[in-house]
DNA sequence: ATTATATTTGTGTGCCCACACAAATATATA
DNA sequence: TATATATTTGTGTGGGCACACAAATATAAT
């Protein structure tokens, strides 16, 4: 027995049925839709009879509620804020989740979503605590965070957690049980790929460099779980040539800085035919060897701006790329779904690794990954 | 001079303003909502000064129109067709591009959107012409078209264009100057990844064999395409090592059949140590290679069951994927946006090309690419 | 000026749902 | 039995927009 209908807007086209509503849900049940509100809802209370003929009701007639009678019904507006680093002149990463999860944001308005962008500096912990107290000022109801200071964001977790507040990570994570899910990618892959990526292209031979350049203040416990990943990965597919790889932790991120660190320590390893740079500024160190006509390859990550334009002139052989505006859309949609649909995410949403090079690029800059 | 208008439902919270209405736009033109109705959507005739007014006060109060409320009353509703092939047990590869499809009409049907799938089968001609027309007896608004067969896919073209239907292209085309969108690879890039990946790992005198399997029915204009770019890249990036290419077409896809060609082909051919199959068969050739202990790499196409399993068990080294469930929401995002919202969409919508590796498929698997 | 016709404008209804409130019914208390 | 209280149910309104129709105004023809 079924209990199709037919819209008869468009002329008796079979595949086109118009959705159940309340109504019809209230009719075929013999209430009103009050009482048909109030059983979706579970709210105020209902006859047991009249209820169960309600749900076999939504049953038969296969009811879904319509979102978007739903959202403009229900009043009440959303806010997200949204507490990442600002993108700099040297490090123009960040602008990419923010562009995600602005595109985001514009994609939901309607549902009354509301955005409020809570920026700090990468580099100065009392600007990230400053934005958190701003965050816990505006009385939002979740809060998209890149945890980069991990003590301050332990601190500022906390409060939000007295206050109810939900949040997510992006980009990157700590360890804590109460977050709504985590955005970003599955850190020990990365170093992974770039294992394979390098073992496939080296030759038997040749060695390889971990090149890690961060600042003090930085959290780097990620930067840790990549080169164990890329270790990894030759730990477990030794085969026949044992590579050997190398470290260099540099805190600095001068031009000059590095050229010469990475000049001095090329001469007393001749070997090193491969550089594997640990976070986005592959292109200082690409940099350099385009300048010096050095033959050694680079793999990297993130397509900001200056690794886009080592990629292409050859600088940079490979650049691993973690979806950073797919993340920050994801981000914004998880929310939605918590609040609009009472869907619970996935309490880990990994990323995927894209593989990028001089022949795939444009499709990468073009589509918003 | 501005306009902001905070909402009260939220204990007054400044980065929460109201949408601008039509009824904000008619009070502040000091006309009715009919007229401003009337403006927006140039229906009926309005008086010249009302209708500046109007037209004033929507850019004052930077109004955009409510999709949700504008599609609740916008009572028609929206029949897409989709016109592809079905996934058959030797190549699932159509199932991805259907899931899309699918998920994106989820998305949107509370917009009203609703889909014909039409299913043909992929090397039976007589199928595709029958389920065309069952396309254009549907009349249905927009159709998402895989133009496998190329004279029949203009036959039935040009019967769309009679009828005012418009089309998106969806994982191929053909040149045609009407079609509302096409969504998929650029093939030509897809041979230049391939040939980028081989001439990387290879070394100096190791050749290449590209393998085209097909079925005779099949239209392979584009399989020409990617071997043409394949070929390209190492045309233009000749350096020292000078690669030669060979090319074996196969007319079957017979376990049998083809792994007696390759073993011929081989012998004669000593030197070849990597292997390019065009399409998404490349599992054919790993199990060869598997048995036999062959070290040769192999490079393929498309994320299908059996080719996973060739890269997690390490007999294909790369796969190249163009996010097939993606071309399938974004063909009917592409739709619900021309008709919906009146944006018309880019002419050619192409797909990042991914390289899918073993250390990085699982969040290919996982994420809808 | 008077009627007829064309043009312009305003009002009302429905889309589907959420929620407040009133009405109706049932149960408890005096 | 009458009154107070609790439980259950129905109706109405609003959210922003599209569209039909009626009302108002302007223009033409007589």
């Not at 118009?18 to 048909?36: C, F, L, M, P, Y």
């Not at 809570?118 to 580099?123: A, H, I, S, V």
């Amino acid at each position: 027995m079924w209990a199709h209908k037919y819209n008869n807007n468009v002329r008796s086209n079979m595949s086109i049925q118009k959705k159940t509503t309340i109504q019809d849900i209230a009719r075929h049940a013999n209430v009103s839709v009050g009482t048909v509100d109030r059983v979706l809802h579970n709210r105020g209370s209902v006859m047991p009879e009249k209820k169960q003929r309600v749900e076999e009701a939504i049953k038969k007639l296969n009811y879904n509620p319509n979102a978007l009678a739903s959202t403009l019904a229900f009043k009440k507006q959303l806010l997200i804020s949204a507490l990442i680093p600002e993108a700099t002149s040297f490090d123009g990463y960040w602008s990419l989740p923010k562009k995600g999860i602005e595109l985001g944001v514009e994609k939901f308005k309607d549902f009354g979503l509301n955005l409020a962008l809570q920026e700090f500096n990468l580099y100065d912990v009392s600007s990230f605590v400053k934005a958190a107290e701003a965050v816990l000022a505006s009385n939002c109801q979740g809060v998209i965070l890149a945890p980069i200071f991990k003590k301050e964001s332990i601190d500022f977790i906390e409060k939000l957690e007295e206050k109810e507040i939900s949040y997510v990570f992006i980009d990157l994570t700590i360890r804590n049980q109460n977050f709504l899910s985590y955005i970003g990618p599955h850190l020990k892959s990365s170093g992974l790929v770039a294992g394979k990526l390098f073992d496939s292209i080296l030759n038997q031979n040749e060695e390889l460099l971990v090149l890690n350049m961060r600042k003090e203040v930085e959290n780097h416990s990620n930067v840790g779980i990549i080169e164990e990943g890329f270790r990894n990965y030759f730990e477990f597919n030794k085969g026949p040539k044992n590579r050997t790889i190398h470290t260099l932790n540099l805190n600095s991120m001068s031009k000059e800085r590095v050229s010469g660190e990475l000049k001095a320590f090329y001469k007393s390893h001749p070997n090193i035919k491969g550089v594997f740079v640990t976070n986005s500024r592959a292109h200082i160190a690409a940099d350099f060897h385009r300048k010096m006509k050095l033959d050694i390859k680079i793999i990297g990550f993130d397509l900001v701006n200056k690794n886009i334009d080592s990629v292409k002139n050859g600088a940079i052989d490979f650049l691993i790329s973690q979806r950073p505006v797919f993340q920050g859309t994801t981000a914004v949609e998880t929310f939605f779904n918590h609040f609009i649909y009472k869907k619970n995410p996935e309490k880990v949403q990994n990323v995927p690794l894209d593989i990028v090079i001089k022949e795939n690029i444009d499709f990468y800059l073009h589509a918003n990954n």
